[in-house]
């Protein structure tokens, strides 16, 4: 039997070049591809520096409709939308909060590690979370 693998999820922005800002510059994500594709459209994808084992990559939209403007930093009702992971919370928070990202709680310990939730530039709420390691 074929397999299925989640390739990209869609964010949507105000602004292709604030999208990458964010990604690139804030979370550290690597530019994977950015692609004119004529009438002011890009095809733009960020991902993770693991993304050889299967890291997750988002496709940066521009919002293009009203609709679309509408949803910008709600794509998921209010809910924790995006999951970052990361090897070293503390760390990886002091860099997003010097870049200007804020955290809406103080670090938390649950079961599967370290998390709080912070939102990106456009309102959308994002879990970074230092993932618990388990012993084998």
Same mark, same amino acid.
């Given at each position: 039997?074929?397999?299925?693998?989640?390739?990209?999820?869609?964010? =949507?922005?105000?602004?292709?070049?604030?999208?990458?800002? &964010?990604?690139?510059?804030?979370?550290? &994500?690597?530019?994977?591809?950015?692609?004119?594709?004529?009438?002011?459209?890009? $095809?733009?994808?960020?991902?993770?520096?693991? %993304?050889?084992?299967?890291?997750?990559?988002?496709?940066?939209?521009?919002?293009?409709?009203?609709?679309?403007?509408?949803?910008?930093?709600?794509?998921?009702?209010?809910?924790? %939308? &995006?999951?970052?992971?990361?090897?070293?919370?503390?760390?990886?928070?002091?860099?997003?909060?010097?870049? %200007?990202?804020?955290?809406?709680?103080?670090?938390?310990?649950?079961?599967?590690?370290? =998390?709080?939730? &912070?939102?990106?530039?456009?309102?959308?709420? $994002?879990?970074?979370?230092?993932?618990?390691?388990?012993?084998?």
């Amino acid at each position: 039997m074929t397999s299925v693998r989640l390739a990209l999820t869609t964010l =949507v922005v105000p602004d292709y070049d604030a999208g990458i800002a &964010f990604c690139v510059d804030a979370l550290g &994500f690597d530019l994977i591809e950015d692609s004119d594709m004529g009438a002011g459209k890009r $095809w733009v994808v960020v991902g993770g520096k693991d %993304g050889a084992r299967g890291g997750g990559r988002l496709l940066i939209a521009k919002a293009a409709n009203d609709a679309q403007i509408a949803a910008i930093g709600n794509q998921t009702g209010g809910r924790v %939308g &995006f999951f970052a992971h990361t090897d070293d919370f503390a760390a990886t928070q002091a860099r997003l909060v010097d870049a %200007g990202v804020q955290f809406q709680e103080q670090p938390r310990h649950e079961a599967y590690g370290t =998390v709080a939730v &912070f939102s990106d530039p456009f309102g959308n709420r $994002w879990d970074l979370i230092e993932p618990k390691v388990l012993s084998q």
